[in-house]
C-alpha cells in the first residue's frame, strides 16, 4: 500500500521560511517525477513545483523564485523549500508522486 505523509507546515509571519518534507513508503520514489501542490481556502488545487528523476525542476511562476523543491532518494523524501512566505502562500500543500496523494500540511501565513 502506497503511502505519502507531509510534514512541516504551521503557522509563520510573513517573511518567515519553512521546509515541507514529503516521506514515501510503498513506492520508490526514484521512479517518479515527485510534485507539491497546494489548495488554498475556497479554491482549487495548484501545482506548485516538480522535480524530475533527473533532478530537473519546474516551478509555478506565480512563486517568484521563492521555493525551491529538492529530492533524497536515499531516504524517499521529497522537500519544498519555501522562502519569503507571504499570505497568500497560505495553503493545504500536498506532494503527489504517481498518481498518489498524502493527506497534505497546513501552511498559514499570518502576522
Known amino acids: 500500500q502506497v503511502r505519502l505523509a507531509e510534514s512541516g507546515g504551521g503557522l509563520v509571519q510573513p517573511g518567515a521560511s519553512l521546509r515541507l518534507s514529503c516521506s514515501g513508503s510503498?513506492?520508490?520514489?526514484?521512479?517518479?517525477?515527485l510534485n507539491w501542490y497546494r489548495q488554498a481556502p475556497g479554491k482549487e488545487r495548484e501545482w506548485v513545483s516538480t522535480?524530475?528523476?533527473?533532478?530537473?525542476?519546474h516551478y509555478a511562476l506565480s512563486l517568484k523564485g521563492r521555493f525551491t523543491i529538492s529530492r533524497d532518494n536515499a531516504k524517499n523524501t521529497v522537500y519544498l523549500q519555501m522562502n519569503g512566505l507571504e499570505p497568500e502562500d497560505t495553503a493545504v500543500y500536498y506532494c503527489?508522486?504517481?498518481?498518489?496523494w498524502g493527506q497534505g500540511t497546513p501552511v498559514t501565513v499570518s502576522s
Open positions: 503527489m508522486a504517481g498518481a498518489n
Open positions: 510503498g513506492i520508490d520514489f526514484n521512479d517518479y517525477a
Open positions: 522535480i524530475f528523476s533527473s533532478g530537473r525542476t
